[in-house]
């Protein structure tokens, strides 16, 4: 099937693909006591305990340097954006990892187009992203209420944000999901991938922050770092994410530009692995 | 019990056209290095050239199948019976010829695979019915259909989480879930006989109403009484490779006879056959009656 054909059945499947999406968020709240709060609670915990560590104990956010390390914003806001983004992805990429072994049972008695089980694991995870927002109207609304940030409207870069986002994780959700339904052990690799992975993302601390350090005598590889994550798409998501709270920093465009093309390259990567590994992993679930 | 009605069979092919056309059909399997294969090989397969250990689950398989057909395939185990009915079914692809299928398939394949042990019955209903492309309206229509079938014991228990279905009940329900889709092709892998002879019965009668409706139905089933008793044309598979292809009793007779040595009676005639063999016992010399 050549790559028009494959997208023309996952758009004609796209009512089933909503089934799909439904039957996994049931899942994940017919369960559990708290239900949504989770959804919360889990981010929240996350950012909490780095700001307890980055902000409390090294002191992001106080301090001289303090402008720069979250560009401008206060720590927690500039770090709980950030840790979204990453959750969506972080989930995404773990859950897709096990997409269609875990549904196997389902994969091998329905024809539908086996792209369907990948996206459908990156649309629930997005609502559920969605569904976290709460956390981050209330930091940026009680902040924006003492005045230390102020809106602007660059908020709906938001938008290309979130599909930018979304286009990435299925690209990397196409590759995981046939790769470790053949090879058990990449998604232990993958794991370290991702813990490595947030560390070198923008997220506990700026791209600007890394190249004015990097201007300073002895800091060089700082500069390099931060030529390095320039090419990470997350970079670019997390810019445009956080545009409408920043005031003082320019949009990246440049690396906007080189994060949409990653993040469209990974989705052809994707579907490009997906189709050509489709039949050996049919025969292996 | 009412059946979706046969205006409703969704067709796609002409009534002329073949349903099902299988064109020497191949599909290879890996043999011993299991969920071990190396990721080089297959994505750049062209590169590399070595010996690997496969071997052919099917091979050269053609055969057409038309609207209304009635097809039993047979074939001991590890023939290739279940692979043929995946690859008709779309969830395995070949790697030699072509599988073409005109038209929608319910598949009675892995019944319960779709079933979620947390939602209720009810939930697993629409969920299951909008995963075979029914919309909430059509699910809506038939609910009562589905769960009438499924037995009075599905429906006190609706609103409960499904694990708590015993294992009969749970196929109950997915066996009314499946047999209520409007698609054309009926695939059924060994699951005719499940739950209780009751249930067996509507079973039964439910196939049967799906094919006067002129559906086309692939059954693999090790049961004589099965095959005979739905199928009107019969395909014998060994080692992969198509041996027969003919009416049901015919290729019956043949699959029978190489597996067991022995002359096969159809069971029309084994009561004649009994019969024969009583009387001759009793007029035999020193016959004594109990």
């Known amino acids: ?285 | 019990m009412s059946l979706p009605a046969a205006d409703k069979v969704k067709w796609k092919s002409t009534p002329d056209q073949p349903v099902i056309s299988v064109d020497n059909l191949g599909i290879e399997f890996l043999t011993g290095r299991k969920r071990n294969l190396s990721l080089r090989e297959i994505v750049f397969r062209r590169g590399t050239s070595y010996k690997k250990e496969t071997f052919w689950g099917l091979k050269n398989i053609s055969f057409t199948v038309g609207r209304g057909e009635a097809v039993g395939l047979v074939g001991s185990n590890g023939g290739g019976k279940s692979t043929l009915l995946k690859m008709i079914a779309g969830t395995l692809l070949p790697d030699e010829g072509a599988v073409n299928v005109r038209d929608g398939v319910a598949p009675l394949i892995e019944l319960t695979g779709g079933f979620i042990g947390e939602l209720s019955a009810r939930e697993n209903i629409y969920l299951t019915g909008g995963l075979h492309g029914m919309s909430k309206d059509d699910i809506d229509e038939r609910f009562d259909d589905i769960v009438d079938f499924a037995g009075p014991k599905v429906r006190s228990g609706l609103d409960l989480p499904y694990r708590h279905f015993s294992s009969g009940m749970q196929v109950r329900l997915g066996f009314a879930v499946i047999t209520c889709l409007d698609e054309p092709i009926i695939l059924v892998d060994e699951v005719l006989a499940v739950g209780d002879a009751a249930f067996r019965d509507k079973c039964y009668q439910r196939m049967e109403g799906l094919l006067e409706q002129g559906r086309t139905l692939f059954l693999v089933s090790h049961s004589e009484g099965d095959l005979l008793r739905f199928c009107t044309r019969g395909i014998y598979l060994r080692e992969g490779q198509m041996v027969a292809d003919g009416s049901m009793e015919e290729i019956m007779q043949q699959y029978m006879e190489d597996l067991l040595g022995v002359p096969w009676i159809p069971p029309s005639e084994r009561n004649a056959v009994d019969a024969l063999f009583n009387r001759r016992d009793r007029e035999a010399p020193g016959y004594k009656a109990d």
């Open chain 1, 1 to 285: 099937m050549s790559f028009a054909q494959r997208l023309r059945r996952i758009v004609e499947y796209r009512a089933v693909l909503w089934t799909l999406v439904k039957r996994d968020l049931r899942i994940r709240y017919a369960r559990s006591v708290l239900g949504y709060l989770w959804t919360l609670i889990d981010p929240l915990a996350m950012t909490l305990v780095y700001w307890f560590v980055f902000g409390v104990i090294y002191g992001i956010g106080t301090g001289a340097s303090a402008e720069r390390r979250s560009d401008g914003i206060p720590f927690v806001v500039f770090l709980v954006a950030g840790v979204l983004v990453w959750n969506w992805f972080n989930n995404s990429v773990n859950e897709t990892a096990r997409a269609l072994y875990s549904e196997r049972l389902l994969v091998r008695s329905t024809n539908l187009p086996r792209e369907l089980w990948v996206i459908r694991v990156v649309l629930s995870k997005g609502i559920e992203h969605l569904l976290s927002l709460p956390i981050l109207v209330l930091f940026v609304a009680f902040f924006a209420a003492r005045h230390d940030i102020v809106l602007n409207w660059k908020l709906v870069y938001w938008i290309p944000a979130l599909v930018l986002e979304l286009v990435l994780c299925i690209g990397v959700g196409l590759v995981m999901a046939p790769v470790t339904a053949l090879v058990d052990d990449f998604v232990r690799i993958v794991r370290i991938v991702l813990r490595i992975g947030f560390y070198l993302t923008p997220i506990v601390y700026s791209l600007n922050y890394l190249r004015t350090r990097g201007q300073q005598p002895h800091e060089h590889a700082l500069l390099v770092i931060a030529r390095m994550l320039e090419f990470n798409p997350l970079s670019a998501i997390n810019d445009m994410y956080r545009q409408g709270m920043l005031v003082r920093a320019t949009p990246e465009y440049r690396i906007w530009l080189i994060g949409t093309v990653i993040s469209f390259g990974w989705l052809f990567f994707g579907m490009w692995v997906f189709a050509r590994l489709e039949k050996p992993i049919l025969k292996e679930i």
